[in-house]
């Protein structure tokens, strides 16, 4: 089993900037992801993927309405995942989820095997 715990939302103005954490844990969590992801449901939206890496730290990928603001990174001492977020816009609102799982190149919801709770970021105009 793996648990995941998101923290680092909140409110921010337009333009502000973010930082999301995503804690690790569980007795299968080294031996079994090999990627963390994160995703964003929006009110009235689909859930989408943002963003993804290797636990590795081989490659990262975003998706292209976040490419060049929003960076993600891991600490694997700490087993956590990052995701940070600049120059934000109302358009980035929703409550954000940090997934695991074992296709090194997932972008899709069923592709993740665990995830956590989600997170609120808010940004206002």
């Known amino acids: 089993q793996v648990q995941l715990v998101e923290s680092g939302g909140g409110l921010v103005q337009t333009g502000g900037s973010l930082r999301l954490s995503c804690a690790a844990s569980?007795?299968?969590?080294?031996?079994?992801?090999?990627?963390m992801g994160w995703f964003r449901q929006a009110p009235g939206m689909e859930r989408e993927f943002v963003a993804r890496?290797?636990?590795?730290?081989?490659?990262?990928y975003y998706a292209e309405s976040v490419k060049g603001r929003f960076t993600i990174s891991r600490d694997n001492a700490k087993n956590t995942v990052y995701l940070q977020m600049n120059s934000l816009t109302p358009e980035d609102t929703a409550v954000y989820y940090c997934a695991a799982g074992r296709n090194p190149i997932a972008t899709m919801i069923w592709q993740y095997d665990y995830w956590g709770q989600g997170t609120q970021v808010t940004v206002s105009s």
């Open positions: 569980g007795p299968t969590f080294s031996s079994y992801v090999i990627v």
């Open positions: 890496i290797r636990w590795d730290g081989r490659s990262t």
